[in-house]
């Protein structure tokens, strides 16, 4: 099993940034639950057990999320209206006759805490997020949203931070590592990165596998108006991926496509067993703390 620890937790939260998930360990240590009904008494104050009940907090409600969302992604109907009636149904005090209003949005748009793709289009994976915060924080009418510290500019003051986590290796012999989403431009092209967040396959490059999550390759290129992965030979062979004499022939006809499926293979593989290992790590050491 690959070597995941407690000791970076933002990707176990994905899609939440991570301002949110600030936002949800403190909320949940004021409003929460007492630490004897968890049965936390000797490990409440330690960083583990905090991030531990917040996980499993955060699983089901991330679920749900992606399924309420799916049918209005598809259909293209994801959008400042969906927003806004979705948040609405999450919000104490508010409802068809008092439901939250565009100015409420357009504020939290202002700040960069709600993050749009173009003019009533939501990016997918902050939208997520807000409604998964929205859900976690089900006490309170107001304050769940990060907002800038008192005497900071309020306008764009999380705009450029990163949106989530996923999981990064570099290589068979590399550590695990978080990554931050949107990916920087250095990353090696050949660095694997993956989730448990279902819906990061709602954007180009990543790609779902089943109920474990999704995966790609850092490295993208466009070719022919299709994107391929930017990897070389060495770049798999470094994977330890075999290249067959057929596969050998096909990369003189064609490199970057006959590459841009043995790396796909090769993706799927990988990932499934990191995403396994994920899975198997979230069940046994959250439980330990939690």
Same mark, same amino acid.
């Given at each position: 099993?690959?070597? &995941?620890? +407690?000791? #970076?937790?933002?990707?176990?939260?994905? !899609?939440?940034?991570?301002?949110?998930?600030?936002?949800?360990?403190?909320?949940?240590?004021?409003?929460?639950?007492?630490? $004897? #009904?968890?049965?936390?008494?000797?490990?409440?104050?330690?960083?583990?057990?905090?991030?531990?009940?917040?996980? %499993?907090?955060?699983?089901?409600?991330?679920?749900?999320?992606?399924?309420?969302?799916? =049918?209005?992604?598809?259909?293209?109907?994801?959008?400042?209206?969906?927003?806004?009636?979705? +948040?609405?149904? &999450?919000? @104490?005090?508010?409802? =068809?006759?008092?439901?939250?209003?565009?100015?409420?949005?357009?504020?939290?748009?202002?700040?960069?805490?709600?993050? &749009?793709?173009?003019?009533?289009?939501?990016?997918?994976?902050?939208?997520?997020?807000?409604?998964?915060?929205?859900?976690?924080?089900?006490?309170?009418?107001?304050?769940?949203?990060?907002? =800038?510290?008192?005497?900071?500019?309020?306008?764009? &003051?999380?705009?450029? %931070?990163?949106?989530?986590?996923?999981?990064? %290796?570099?290589?068979? $012999?590399?550590?695990?590592?978080?990554?931050?989403? !949107?990916?920087?431009?250095?990353?090696?092209?050949?660095?694997?990165?993956?989730?448990?967040?279902?819906?990061?396959?709602?954007? !180009?490059?990543?790609?779902?596998?089943?109920?474990?999550?999704?995966?790609?390759?850092?490295?993208?290129?466009?070719?022919?108006?299709?994107?391929?992965?930017?990897?070389?030979?060495?770049?798999?062979?470094?994977?330890?991926? @075999?290249?067959?004499?057929?596969?050998?022939?096909?990369? %003189?006809?064609?490199?970057?496509?006959?590459?841009?499926?043995?790396?796909?293979?090769?993706?799927?593989?990988?990932?499934?067993?990191?995403?396994?290992?994920?899975?198997?790590?979230? +069940?046994?050491?959250?439980?330990?703390?939690?």
């Amino acid at each position: 099993m690959l070597d &995941y620890t +407690l000791e #970076s937790v933002e990707p176990f939260f994905a !899609p939440l940034s991570v301002p949110m998930i600030e936002k949800a360990v403190s909320s949940q240590e004021e409003d929460g639950p007492s630490s $004897s #009904s968890l049965n936390l008494q000797e490990v409440v104050s330690t960083f583990a057990a905090r991030y531990a009940r917040l996980r %499993q907090r955060l699983v089901p409600s991330r679920e749900e999320t992606f399924e309420l969302m799916r =049918p209005a992604v598809a259909a293209n109907q994801f959008n400042t209206d969906w927003m806004l009636n979705t +948040l609405t149904k &999450y919000t @104490p005090n508010r409802g =068809p006759e008092r439901p939250l209003s565009a100015q409420a949005l357009s504020r939290w748009r202002e700040s960069g805490a709600i993050v &749009y793709r173009g003019d009533n289009v939501p990016d997918t994976d902050n939208g997520a997020a807000v409604i998964v915060l929205r859900r976690l924080i089900p006490q309170r009418e107001r304050g769940w949203l990060p907002s =800038p510290p008192k005497g900071e500019k309020r306008a764009n &003051y999380f705009s450029g %931070q990163p949106l989530w986590w996923a999981w990064r %290796q570099d290589s068979p $012999s590399s550590p695990i590592i978080p990554c931050p989403v !949107p990916l920087s431009k250095d990353i090696p092209a050949r660095s694997i990165l993956w989730t448990d967040w279902l819906g990061a396959a709602w954007k !180009p490059a990543w790609i779902r596998i089943g109920h474990l999550g999704c995966c790609r390759w850092a490295g993208t290129l466009i070719q022919d108006s299709e994107m391929l992965w930017a990897l070389a030979e060495e770049d798999l062979e470094s994977w330890g991926v @075999p290249i067959s004499r057929v596969y050998r022939q096909a990369l %003189q006809n064609d490199m970057a496509l006959t590459l841009h499926t043995l790396a796909t293979n090769a993706l799927l593989l990988l990932a499934t067993q990191r995403l396994e290992d994920l899975r198997t790590f979230s +069940l046994q050491g959250f439980s330990q703390v939690g």
